[in-house]
C-alpha cells in the first residue's frame, strides 16, 4: 500500500494537491482552492509523476483526467491522508489533556509495593490516559517492549547484555529473604544461611520463562561451593507461597512479598545477605514518547 513507499523527495503536500486536483478535474479550479499558483501546482503534479515513475494524469487544455494507475493512486493517496489526519490529532488530544494509552508489563511479586502508589502519581496528573497492565514473565516483558507492544516494564534489572537499545531506571531494592511455612524447623531461626538453606527443597520461578532468575541461584550457590536442590518451579510468586505454606519445600523470594504473605509464612533474612534485588522501569530508547517519560518519572513521586 502506498503509506508503506518509502520516497525520498514525496511528501505529503505532493499528496495534497494531486487528490485536490483529481477531485476537482481543473488545475486552475484546484490552485484556487489550495491557495497556490496555477503554474507551481502544475509543476508540484508533475514532480510528483517523475517521482514516482508513471503518469496520473491525461491533460487537456480545459481539464485533466485520471489515468488508470491514477485512479488507484488516488484512493490509496486518500487513505496517507487520512492517517495523517488521524496521527495528528492523537498527538493534538495527548498535548491539550493528556489522553492517550500506554500498555505496561510488570511482575506482580516485585511490583506489590511500587505499582499502586505509581499508578496513583501517574493518573492524579494525567486522569484521561488509560494505563492497561499486562502481568508477564520478564522474557515476555523484554520480547514485548522489543515489538512495541509494551511501553513501559516494571521488572528486575535486566542483565546487560539485555539492555541493548533499553533504557532502565531504578525504582527500588529489595532484599532477597527466605520463605518457610511457620511450622517448618528453620522458621525459629531469626537468620537462614545458604548452607542451611541448600539441602532443603527450593521452590523456584519457571526456568522457561525465567532463565536469568534460574542461572543467578545456581551461581549464588556456587559461590559459596554448594548447588540448590531444585525441587519445584512457578509461574509467579503468588503460587511460589502457596507451594511454600503448604509445606511443600521453601524459596528465596524478594523481600517486597511482605506486604502480601501474612501471617502464612514466614520470610526470614539470610546471613550473610546477598546483593539486593533492583527493580525498575524498562523501556525501549527508540519508544519513548513523553507519556512514557511522564509514566515513568511518576515512580519519583510514588516513593
Do not use: W
Request: proline share 6%; net charge positive; hydrophobic share 45%.
Amino acid at each position: 500500500m502506498l503509506y508503506s513507499y518509502t520516497a525520498n523527495r514525496m511528501e505529503l503536500r505532493h499528496l495534497r494537491y494531486f487528490v485536490a486536483v483529481a477531485e476537482e478535474e481543473n488545475v486552475s479550479r484546484a490552485a484556487r482552492k489550495l491557495h497556490v499558483s496555477q503554474p507551481g501546482l502544475s509543476r508540484q503534479i508533475r514532480d510528483l509523476e517523475d517521482e514516482i515513475g508513471f503518469q496520473l494524469l491525461e491533460r487537456s487544455a480545459k481539464s485533466v483526467r485520471l489515468t488508470a494507475a491514477g485512479k488507484v493512486f488516488l484512493a490509496e493517496a486518500r487513505e496517507v491522508l487520512l492517517h495523517a489526519e488521524a496521527a495528528v490529532n492523537k498527538a493534538r488530544a495527548v498535548a491539550k489533556d493528556g489522553s492517550g494509552e500506554i500498555h505496561v508489563g510488570y511482575a506482580p511479586s516485585l511490583t506489590v509495593q511500587i505499582l499502586p502508589p505509581m499508578l496513583r502519581a501517574f493518573q492524579g496528573e494525567f486522569p484521561h490516559v488509560r494505563v492497561t497492565l499486562h502481568d508477564l514473565s520478564s522474557e515476555e516483558m523484554l520480547s514485548q517492549l522489543d515489538t512495541k507492544k509494551l511501553q513501559v516494564a516494571l521488572t528486575v534489572r535486566p542483565p546487560a547484555k539485555m539492555l541493548r537499545g533499553l533504557s532502565f531506571l531504578e525504582i527500588a531494592r529489595y532484599a532477597m529473604v527466605v520463605a518457610v511455612a511457620p511450622n517448618h524447623p528453620l522458621a525459629k531461626f531469626k537468620s537462614i544461611s545458604l548452607q542451611q538453606v541448600a539441602p532443603e527443597p527450593l521452590i523456584g520461578l519457571n526456568r522457561k520463562d525465567y532463565p536469568e532468575a534460574h542461572a543467578e541461584i545456581k551461581r549464588l550457590f556456587a559461590a559459596v561451593s554448594l548447588k540448590p536442590n531444585l525441587a519445584e518451579e512457578h509461574e509467579g510468586g503468588t503460587s511460589i507461597i502457596a507451594a511454600v505454606e503448604a509445606g511443600r519445600g521453601i524459596a528465596l523470594v524478594p523481600s517486597s512479598l511482605a506486604c502480601i504473605v501474612g501471617a502464612r509464612v514466614k520470610l526470614i533474612p539470610l546471613k550473610p545477605a546477598l546483593p539486593p534485588i533492583l527493580v525498575g522501569a524498562v523501556s525501549l530508547k527508540e519508544n519513548e514518547s513523553d507519556l512514557v517519560k511522564k509514566f515513568i518519572a511518576a515512580a519519583s513521586l510514588a516513593k
